[in-house]
């Protein structure tokens, strides 16, 4: 296998007829997806999505790909393809069009929706081309195909990509469920087709790729939650992605032979089950879905709230029920909460937080654990190699998952018989050149996190954000201390204070003795000079800390001269 390497040097120029791939993200992490394609000095697009952050990027809200790299490019941009329309895949696009909000948008008729609706937010306008499976469409050098593949969001498509290097087959996020809610099923036979004709690269989904196995029908989720319904007294609460309109669809059909009423809760929710059902994609019986208030004023086993916060983020629908934080509902005793979704990795621990929470507030929690409630929208090992015997790929990269997920799907590559030495393991920003049917990584270009805090985009480093963890993990403590100009001697002071340390206010009475002694040593030296004196300051102050208390505060020293 062809393998990452961290010390690569810049790429150098793509060789004339060869195809360059440059993925900015979605490798080694799940979401921020982003594969930048380069064929006779035009780039295309394919996804443009944010990554989530874990605990250890406290304060962070949105982290993106790293658009360093195309900047000064984004004139050769001919567009930017979506699969699909999942947050990790069309989530930065309102930052990327920030730069050139005139860039082309191609994709399906949902996809373009909710970029559209996340657009007005920010009052650009795009441009956009939709698209549907088994259309093509010539943008620039590059002559693409579209494919629908099923997904857990509808209308989700792969693409082929074609040039004269070859042709490159893109499957974004995918399945293979046979029985479908749509009816929309992965097109196998599209896939066969462009296998016989010789497809040079294949970029396949790697999210599940350690599970064996196929996957379990989505039909198989309606009876458990009917059976839920049916034996539920008091109120029911269902948390879902925002964007599985099937999943919605089903909770909608159970309240309904239930006798049920439905509120969407979450602004999230609201917006993508509207753009829905405009679109005929999601069937809402009439008089079935109230509003919030009118939901609340029901007795409790008449009405079924649909809400966001089925990853356990903390500011969501649920998230805030589960705190008592939210306006208008309070979960308590009789109510049945059911988790309609998989874990996302690394989301495990809000998640379990949020069943303890609701658990401890007396409602009844059902989760993918004790029951079928929710099945994935990836495929398992038996479906992609299932791919990989149909596409017959030359050479094989595998995207979208961590590294456990990629290196597992680059072993189903082997064993389905592609080369060892054309299957592909990269990093975000390693350069992939396709040159005389030859896929081989060449240079890498830089790829950092960019993280988004409140209006702030790329401010924060990861120098402040071990700062602030370091603020979360011991606190902060402030010493201020007032000095003689001339002599460097102590003539007020020291004064300590902290936050996030202890509750005792004498606790430092200790140390104050000891940084005078401190800095009386050091004017005897001659040391007069401010930022040195802030040193001494606080090495004392963390010296004595550490030994006290065998902590790590933060300690911002600040000497005054007088």
């Given at each position: ?294 939901a609340t004023n029901l007795p409790p086993h008449q009405i079924v709230l649909m809400s966001t916060g089925s990853q356990g983020e903390p500011m969501s629908a649920l998230g805030r029920m589960a705190t008592g934080d939210h306006r208008h509902i309070s979960v308590g005793a009789g109510d049945t909460v059911v988790l309609a979704s998989s874990l996302v990795p690394g989301n495990e621990t809000a998640v379990y937080r949020v069943i303890n929470q609701l658990s401890r507030a007396g409602a009844f929690v059902v989760h993918k654990d004790v029951a079928k409630v929710h099945v994935s929208g990836h495929s398992p090992a038996g479906e992609l190699l299932y791919l990989l015997n149909v ?172």
């Amino acid at each position: 296998m062809t393998e990452a390497h961290l010390d690569l040097d810049a790429p150098p120029p793509l060789p004339k007829g060869g195809l360059r791939v440059i993925p900015l993200g979605g490798l080694g992490a799940i979401g921020r997806n982003m594969t930048v394609f380069e064929y006779d000095g035009k780039l295309l697009i394919v996804d443009c999505g944010v990554l989530f952050p874990d605990v250890d990027q406290p304060g962070v809200d949105l982290i993106l790909p790293d658009f360093t790299s195309i900047l000064g490019r984004l004139d050769d941009v001919q567009a930017i393809v979506l699969t699909h329309g999942h947050e990790d895949h069309i989530g930065a696009v309102p930052y990327l069009l920030a730069h050139k909000p005139d860039i082309p948008i191609v994709g399906s008729r949902f996809t373009l929706a909710l970029v559209e609706a996340k657009l007005a937010e920010r009052r650009i306008e795009p441009y956009t081309l939709t698209v549907d499976a088994g259309q093509g469409e010539r943008l620039g050098p590059f002559a693409c195909e579209f494919f629908a593949v099923n997904h857990s969001i509808p209308d989700a498509l792969a693409v082929a990509i074609k040039t004269p290097a070859g042709t490159v087959l893109h499957t974004g996020d995918f399945k293979m469920d046979q029985l479908p809610l749509d009816g929309r099923i992965t097109d196998l036979a599209g896939f066969a087709r462009l296998g016989a004709e010789g497809v040079a690269l294949l970029l396949s989904d790697s999210t599940n790729a350690e599970i064996p196995g196929f996957v379990t029908p989505e039909r198989e989720i309606g009876p458990v939650l009917d059976s839920i319904f049916a034996k539920a007294t008091g109120r029911i609460i269902v948390a879902s992605f925002a964007s599985h309109v099937h999943r919605v669809q089903q909770v909608l059909e159970a309240a309904h032979a239930h006798g049920r009423k439905v509120a969407f809760i979450g602004r999230s929710m609201v917006r993508n089950m509207g753009i829905a059902r405009d679109l005929g994609l999601l069937r809402i019986p009439g008089g079935l879905v109230v509003g919030l208030d009118d939901a609340t004023n029901l007795p409790p086993h008449q009405i079924v709230l649909m809400s966001t916060g089925s990853q356990g983020e903390p500011m969501s629908a649920l998230g805030r029920m589960a705190t008592g934080d939210h306006r208008h509902i309070s979960v308590g005793a009789g109510d049945t909460v059911v988790l309609a979704s998989s874990l996302v990795p690394g989301n495990e621990t809000a998640v379990y937080r949020v069943i303890n929470q609701l658990s401890r507030a007396g409602a009844f929690v059902v989760h993918k654990d004790v029951a079928k409630v929710h099945v994935s929208g990836h495929s398992p090992a038996g479906e992609l190699l299932y791919l990989l015997n149909v596409v017959k790929p030359r050479n094989f990269m595998p995207v979208h998952g961590e590294w456990r997920h990629l290196r597992a799907h680059a072993r189903l590559g082997v064993e389905a018989g592609v080369d060892p030495e054309r299957v592909v393991l990269c990093e975000d920003g390693d350069v992939v050149d396709l040159v005389d049917g030859k896929a081989a990584v060449v240079g890498h270009v830089k790829s950092r996190y960019v993280y988004v805090d409140g209006l702030a985009v790329g401010d924060v480093g990861e120098s402040l954000l071990t700062e602030r963890r370091i603020l979360g993990d011991g606190g902060f403590i402030s010493a201020t201390v007032v000095v003689d100009s001339v002599t460097g001697k102590v003539v007020g002071g020291p004064t300590v204070s902290a936050k996030g340390f202890s509750e005792d206010p004498a606790v430092f009475d200790a140390v104050l003795p000891l940084v005078t002694e401190a800095l009386n040593r050091a004017a005897e030296d001659n040391i007069t000079d401010v930022h040195q004196l802030q040193q001494v300051v606080r090495r004392t102050v963390g010296r004595w800390v550490n030994e006290t208390y065998r902590r790590r505060p933060m300690i911002v020293p600040t000497v005054v001269e007088v």
